[in-house]
């Protein structure tokens, strides 16, 4: 199984373009995520997914937009990036939700490093 | 404000000596915590989970502990190895947005 891929793995945009990232699970697993990875700030939720058809903010949604159209699928959408979104970007997908008194762990992709000039 | 502080960027540990990573937290609804290991290029990785119900779990040289009280966690590796090199980075499940992240601790193995 390939688990969780990320495309594309590394990607150089000018300021005020747009792009896509694309996630793919073949684990049937309902809940998607994305974070993204900066110096000394660890790994933030920007959005999340608790289903097909289904999106939510996380911590650090400003600039980014998501869709669920397919259940294997999340995206992440960057509509005029900036140089603030130069970051790693990593998609995650869990069965259940990290809900309190249990937790199912995430599995992640390999990462999608984004550099905006 | 961070709920989950992993004070220390980096530790450097001689091989085959204890590492020890240390994480604390500061919301008292979190109930469920994990280690995850990330490798250079890659994406994080499951390594340990303890229980809020427990004090100690233990999985092959990896062992998590949990001091509830002072809201406290830590993940001893022993022996270290070559291999354990990586950013380790705490996790705990009860908060809003539901896995609230650490910001990482890189370790490094001395041969």
């Known amino acids: 199984n390939a688990g969780v891929t990320q495309t594309p793995k590394f990607r150089v945009l000018k300021t005020g373009q747009s792009m896509t990232l694309l996630c793919a699970q073949d684990m049937n697993h309902e809940y998607m995520y994305w974070y993204r990875q900066d110096p000394g700030m660890g790994l933030r939720l920007i959005h999340y997914s608790v289903g097909e058809g289904t999106t939510a903010k996380g911590e650090v949604p400003d600039g980014y937009n998501v869709s669920r159209l397919k259940k294997q699928n999340f995206l992440l959408g960057l509509e005029s990036a900036a140089p603030s979104q130069t970051s790693v970007y990593f998609c995650?997908?869990?069965?259940?939700?990290?809900?309190?008194?249990?937790?199912?762990?995430?599995?992640f992709g390999a990462g999608s490093r984004l550099t905006v000039l | 404000d961070q709920q989950v502080k992993q004070n220390s960027p980096s530790l450097s540990v001689q091989e085959g000596r204890i590492s020890i990573l240390n994480c604390d937290y500061t919301n008292s609804m979190f109930d469920y915590f994990l280690w995850y290991k990330k490798y250079p290029a890659e994406g994080p990785t499951f390594l340990i989970s303890i229980s809020s119900i427990k004090d100690k779990n233990e999985d092959g040289r990896f062992t998590v502990f949990l001091n509830k009280s002072a809201k406290h966690l830590s993940l001893h590796i022993v022996p270290s190895q070559p291999g354990d090199s990586a950013v380790y980075f705490c996790a705990a499940v009860g908060g809003a947005d539901g896995l609230t992240f650490g910001k990482g601790t890189h370790l490094i193995i001395q041969p």
């Open positions: 995650a997908s869990s069965y259940d939700r990290q809900a309190p008194g249990g937790a199912n762990v995430l599995t």
